[in-house]
């Protein structure tokens, strides 16, 4: 490895260990600063060896930031994750690591917060507009209109 990788290397080190980044992140950042093909992939699997990259980790910490703390449901984050090309068993890991009973609960908060801010004394029109907010925030129309029916009971 020439100086230069390496020193790009130490670079893309520090890049990493700031956040948890995805291989294609890393592949733009390497592309900026003029390296590419065989030798941005020979950094990035240095990285991964190392143990500053994995694409697992970063998955399972943005699907848990994102439900946390913006309240986004499964098929937004999953739609982002796609987006930033993470597929198949690390997409799935992130989402299994949702648990079922705080995924409602989180919809149920959601869906209360968003009740208070509507100035609709039409129970129709108030549904659907908490439906269309959760519909936009990510969650499955199913579990939406579950809780929903719920709210009334």
Do not use: H
């Not at 995805?22 to 590419?36: A, F, G, M, P, S």
């Amino acid at each position: 490895m020439t100086e230069y990788l390496k020193d790009a290397l130490r670079k893309a080190a520090s890049f990493c260990a700031y956040q948890e980044r995805t291989q294609q992140e890393v592949r733009k950042r390497l592309d900026k600063w003029d390296i590419y093909g065989d030798d941005a992939e020979e950094i990035i699997a240095e990285l991964i060896t190392q143990g500053y990259l994995s694409e697992e980790r970063f998955a399972t910490a943005f699907a848990g930031g994102k439900f946390r703390i913006k309240g986004w449901g499964k098929r937004r984050i999953t739609q982002e994750l796609s987006q930033r090309g993470i597929t198949g068993y690390n997409l799935n890991k992130a989402l299994a690591d949702i648990k079922p009973d705080d995924y409602r609960a989180k919809l149920t908060d959601l869906l209360e917060k968003k009740r208070r801010q509507i100035r609709d004394d039409n129970p129709l029109v108030v549904k659907q507009k908490l439906a269309r907010y959760a519909l936009s925030k990510g969650y499955e129309p199913a579990l939406i209109w579950e809780v929903l029916g719920a709210e009334e009971e």
